[in-house]
């Protein structure tokens, strides 16, 4: 299967993906969906990811692989608003169709692989701005507050069990591969799977649709994550540099705080 340092990054991945989802999604529902987007979709597998590549490979590696983060995230937004735009349609429409998606567009990016890393940037930011906009202003999808709702265990080892296993599975795929696949996988919409599929089953199509609207935007602290850590890792080494890249991170969503409560 791997080695024990592989073995161990799937462990955590998984750990960290489960608990990650779990309380972003329950965070969501007591909050309301301005809250549950920005919260969930703050760096988690990519954080692990970036990491244990750095310690398996090394920083400058970490530092390559990240050239394609920016690609990764534009092919999870549309991934996102896909889901979105199809969940009235049902779960199963909405997933399979984001999922093919996804793989079409990862297919034909891969033929332009070697392209520069602000080509990348720039795609990105055009396609997370581009979306929450259609889902702001055209598709007029409202935010929703609190959900009142009871848990229990079973409900929240699901969630966990799910999100966790669905992670894992792009950390695995994500093994074998270039530095460009690498970071697409680093990327993969796990997380936004997770909790689309999460707060559909739970508190219905409506209030998955809010919180993804949020995430379209909220995601581009995940870009500013890898932006940061292909300085950081080379320059300060890993740990000093996830720490970094993450504070950044967190506080580029805190700053776009306002947009959200504007409505843009």
């Known amino acids: 299967m791997g080695s024990p340092l592989f073995l161990q990054q799937l462990a955590l991945s998984i750990i960290v993906a489960g608990v990650w989802i779990t309380a972003a999604t329950v965070l ?3 909050m309301g969906t301005k809250v549950g987007g920005m919260v969930g979709n703050l760096p988690s597998t990519i954080l692990t990811s970036l990491l244990f590549i750095g310690i398996t490979q090394s920083p400058e590696f970490v530092s390559e ?3 394609t983060v920016p690609l990764g995230m534009f092919l999870s937004t549309m991934f996102l608003f896909t889901f979105i735009s199809l969940a009235k349609r049902g779960l199963l429409p909405a997933l399979s169709g984001s999922l093919i998606c996804w793989a079409a567009l990862a297919g ?3 033929l332009f692989q070697d392209s520069a890393r602000i080509t990348w940037i720039i795609l990105y930011f055009a396609g997370a701005l581009g979306t ?3 889902a702001e202003k055209v598709q007029k999808i409202p935010s929703l507050g609190k959900v009142k709702k009871h848990y229990s265990m079973g409900q929240i080892l699901f969630r966990a069990l799910f999100a966790g296993s669905v992670v894992g599975a792009s950390v695995v795929i994500a093994r074998a591969g270039s530095p460009f696949w690498a970071g697409i996988f680093a990327s993969f919409p796990a997380m936004m799977l997770s909790a689309m599929v999460i707060l559909t089953r739970s508190a ?3 209030f998955a649709r809010a919180t993804g609207k949020i995430m379209l935007l909220a995601s581009t602290n995940i870009v500013i994550y890898s932006l940061v850590a292909s300085v ?3 320059s300060v080494g890993i740990w000093y540099g996830t720490l970094i890249a993450y504070l ?3 506080l ?3 700053f776009l705080k306002p947009l959200f409560d504007k409505g843009l």
């Open 28 to 30: 969501s529902e007591r």
């Open 204 to 206: 219905g199509y409506p």
């Open 108 to 110: 034909f990016f891969a």
């Open 65 to 67: 692989t990240t050239r």
């Open 132 to 134: 929450y906009l259609l």
């Open 248 to 250: 950044v991170a967190a």
């Open 252 to 254: 580029w969503v805190w």
């Open 232 to 234: 950081t890792f080379p």
